[in-house]
Antibody, heavy 113, light 112 residues
Framework: EVQLVESGGSLVQPGGSLKLSCVAS????????MDWVRQTPGKSLEWIGE????????NCAPSIKDRFTISRDNAKNTLYLQMSNVKSDDTAIYYC??????WGQGTLVTVSS | DVVMTQTPPSLSVAIGQSVSISCKSS???????????LHWLLQSPGRSPKRLIY???NLGSGVPDRFSGTGSQKDFTLKISRVEAEDLGVYYC?????????FGAGTKLELK
């Protein structure tokens, strides 16, 4: 069974940094591109970015480019989202997913002073 | 960015009724490989999204055939035949043809 488990969400001050993790199991992680998507409270979904199978290429949304970095460690079956210089607008539930087909349960990031 | 416009924003239905949701994109979603990367997701209350349909009309794993998707270019429709209680939630269309990938605002399906 495919499982994606996000962690690392918390309360962070504006301008701060945070690193989210997504541990994958039930499939061959290194064979799949992976995404991050976020959902603001009561609102729709926003694609953050994706990473290729070996981690050598990422595509990111302009809204977060240069502030967020996506990476992966295939030996640990883990996807990462490094967030820096966070803003109040970054408050959201952050999901990792595989091609929109399988999603984790999400991890909540709250940006507030 | 490609704007995905879903209508209606909400639907009130009775169990057993059939419904349709429209999704229109601001650009053609046909990719250079000839495929159309338009997908439908369902987010049940308190749950993560789940993909129902991929590439316009292909049912996701375990998705009942009461769900069907049609459309082309910029105009797409999700149809649910014989709505069941487990179908309630928010439906989203999403495109993965153009960067950045984008989602519709959602259509909330509620019980009448």
């Amino acid at each position: 069974e495919v499982q994606l488990v996000e962690s690392g969400g918390s309360l962070v001050q504006p301008g701060g940094s945070l690193k989210l993790s997504c541990v994958a199991s039930g499939f061959t992680f290194s064979n799949y591109w992976m995404d991050w998507v976020r959902q603001t409270p009561g609102k729709s979904l926003e694609w953050i970015g994706e990473i290729n199978t070996d981690g050598s290429k990422t595509n990111c949304a302009p809204s977060i480019k240069d502030r967020f970095t996506i990476s992966r460690d295939n030996a640990k079956n883990t996807l990462y989202l490094q967030m820096s210089n966070v803003k109040s607008d970054d408050t959201a539930i952050y999901y990792c997913d595989i091609l929109l087909a399988y999603w984790g349960q999400g991890t909540l990031v709250t940006v507030s002073s | 960015d490609v704007v995905m416009t879903q209508t209606p924003p909400s639907l009130s239905v009775a169990i057993g009724q059939s419904v349709s949701i429209s999704c229109k994109s601001s650009q053609s979603l046909v990719y250079s490989d000839g495929k159309t990367y338009l997908h439908w997701l369902l987010q049940s209350p308190g749950r993560s999204p789940k993909r129902l349909i991929y590439q316009v009309s292909n049912l996701g794993s375990g998705v009942p055939d009461r769900f069907s998707g049609t459309g082309s270019q910029k105009d797409f429709t999700l149809k649910i035949s014989r709505v069941e209680a487990e179908d309630l939630g928010v439906y989203y269309c999403a495109q993965t043809t153009h960067f950045p990938y984008t989602f519709g605002a959602g259509t909330k399906l509620e019980l009448k």
